[in-house]
Protein backbone atom coordinates (compact mmCIF):
# COMPACT_ATOMS: atom_id res chain seq x y z
CA UNK A 1 0.00 0.00 0.00
CA UNK A 2 0.88 3.39 -0.56
CA UNK A 3 -0.51 6.49 1.21
CA UNK A 4 -0.32 10.30 -0.88
CA UNK A 5 -0.93 13.05 0.99
CA UNK A 6 -1.19 16.05 -0.96
CA UNK A 7 -1.03 19.74 0.36
CA UNK A 8 -1.00 23.61 -0.73
CA UNK A 9 -3.70 24.11 -2.53
CA UNK A 10 -5.57 27.63 -1.94
CA UNK A 11 -6.86 30.39 -3.34
CA UNK A 12 -4.90 32.74 -5.98
CA UNK A 13 -5.41 35.33 -8.15
CA UNK A 14 -4.83 35.31 -11.57
CA UNK A 15 -1.01 35.32 -12.17
CA UNK A 16 -0.39 34.44 -8.93
CA UNK A 17 1.88 31.27 -7.70
CA UNK A 18 1.60 28.38 -5.40
CA UNK A 19 3.13 25.23 -4.80
CA UNK A 20 1.67 22.05 -4.11
CA UNK A 21 3.23 19.37 -1.82
CA UNK A 22 2.89 15.58 -2.16
CA UNK A 23 4.15 13.20 0.68
CA UNK A 24 4.36 9.55 0.41
CA UNK A 25 4.83 6.49 2.63
CA UNK A 26 4.01 2.66 2.63
CA UNK A 27 6.86 1.86 -0.12
CA UNK A 28 9.95 2.48 -2.10
CA UNK A 29 9.01 5.76 -3.28
CA UNK A 30 11.78 5.70 -5.88
CA UNK A 31 10.36 2.83 -7.83
CA UNK A 32 7.59 4.56 -9.75
CA UNK A 33 6.75 7.64 -11.72
CA UNK A 34 4.89 10.16 -9.73
CA UNK A 35 2.57 13.05 -10.98
CA UNK A 36 -0.30 14.85 -11.04
CA UNK A 37 -3.90 14.89 -12.36
CA UNK A 38 -6.47 17.50 -12.31
CA UNK A 39 -10.15 17.64 -12.39
CA UNK A 40 -12.05 20.48 -13.05
CA UNK A 41 -15.59 20.99 -12.43
CA UNK A 42 -17.75 19.18 -15.42
CA UNK A 43 -14.71 18.05 -16.76
CA UNK A 44 -12.67 14.72 -17.23
CA UNK A 45 -9.66 14.19 -15.21
CA UNK A 46 -6.44 15.24 -17.04
CA UNK A 47 -3.13 14.22 -16.81
CA UNK A 48 -0.98 17.69 -15.93
CA UNK A 49 2.95 16.45 -15.42
CA UNK A 50 4.93 13.77 -14.31
CA UNK A 51 8.67 12.92 -13.11
CA UNK A 52 10.64 9.13 -13.24
CA UNK A 53 11.26 7.33 -9.87
CA UNK A 54 14.92 9.45 -10.11
CA UNK A 55 13.77 12.79 -11.23
CA UNK A 56 15.65 12.87 -14.08
CA UNK A 57 12.33 13.06 -16.88
CA UNK A 58 9.64 14.88 -16.59
CA UNK A 59 6.44 15.01 -18.70
CA UNK A 60 3.87 18.13 -19.05
CA UNK A 61 -0.06 18.62 -20.36
CA UNK A 62 1.02 21.51 -23.04
CA UNK A 63 -0.89 24.18 -21.70
CA UNK A 64 1.15 24.39 -18.35
CA UNK A 65 4.57 24.06 -20.19
CA UNK A 66 6.51 26.91 -18.93
CA UNK A 67 4.42 27.58 -16.08
CA UNK A 68 4.42 24.47 -13.98
CA UNK A 69 7.47 22.75 -12.66
CA UNK A 70 7.24 19.16 -10.94
CA UNK A 71 10.34 17.71 -9.06
CA UNK A 72 10.85 15.48 -6.41
CA UNK A 73 12.87 14.56 -3.20
CA UNK A 74 13.48 11.15 -2.71
CA UNK A 75 14.96 11.64 0.60
CA UNK A 76 11.86 12.82 2.30
CA UNK A 77 9.39 10.73 -0.17
CA UNK A 78 7.80 14.10 -1.60
CA UNK A 79 6.93 15.53 -4.85
CA UNK A 80 6.27 19.02 -5.86
CA UNK A 81 4.49 21.04 -8.25
CA UNK A 82 5.31 24.37 -8.37
CA UNK A 83 2.61 26.70 -10.31
CA UNK A 84 3.22 30.33 -11.69
CA UNK A 85 1.22 32.73 -13.80
CA UNK A 86 -1.65 30.59 -13.04
CA UNK A 87 -4.69 31.07 -14.70
CA UNK A 88 -8.77 30.44 -13.90
CA UNK A 89 -9.02 27.80 -16.05
CA UNK A 90 -6.05 26.05 -13.67
CA UNK A 91 -8.88 25.82 -11.02
CA UNK A 92 -9.36 22.18 -10.12
CA UNK A 93 -8.77 19.56 -7.33
CA UNK A 94 -5.06 18.31 -8.25
CA UNK A 95 -4.55 14.57 -7.29
CA UNK A 96 -1.11 13.20 -6.55
CA UNK A 97 -0.58 10.07 -8.51
CA UNK A 98 2.05 6.82 -8.05
CA UNK A 99 2.80 3.93 -10.35
CA UNK A 100 4.13 2.43 -13.46
CA UNK A 101 3.55 4.63 -15.89
CA UNK A 102 1.55 7.89 -14.54
CA UNK A 103 1.82 10.10 -18.05
CA UNK A 104 -0.15 7.08 -19.45
CA UNK A 105 -2.56 6.32 -17.01
CA UNK A 106 -1.13 3.48 -15.23
CA UNK A 107 -1.45 4.46 -11.94
CA UNK A 108 -1.62 2.36 -8.91
CA UNK A 109 -2.26 4.61 -6.44
CA UNK A 110 -4.12 8.65 -5.93
CA UNK A 111 -4.36 10.80 -3.41
CA UNK A 112 -7.22 12.94 -1.68
CA UNK A 113 -7.10 15.54 -3.92
CA UNK A 114 -6.34 19.22 -2.82
CA UNK A 115 -7.95 22.43 -4.90
CA UNK A 116 -6.95 24.88 -6.46
CA UNK A 117 -9.05 28.18 -7.19
CA UNK A 118 -7.84 30.98 -9.62
CA UNK A 119 -9.96 34.35 -9.73
CA UNK A 120 -10.05 36.53 -12.53
Known amino acids: QVQLVESGGGLVQAGGSLRLTCAAS????????MGWFRQAPGKEREFVAA????????AYLNSVKGRFTISRDNAKNMIYLRMNSLKPEDTAVYYC?????????????WGQGTQVTVSS
Open 97 to 109: TYGPSVATGNIDY
Open 26 to 33: GRTFSTYN
Open 51 to 58: VSGSGAST
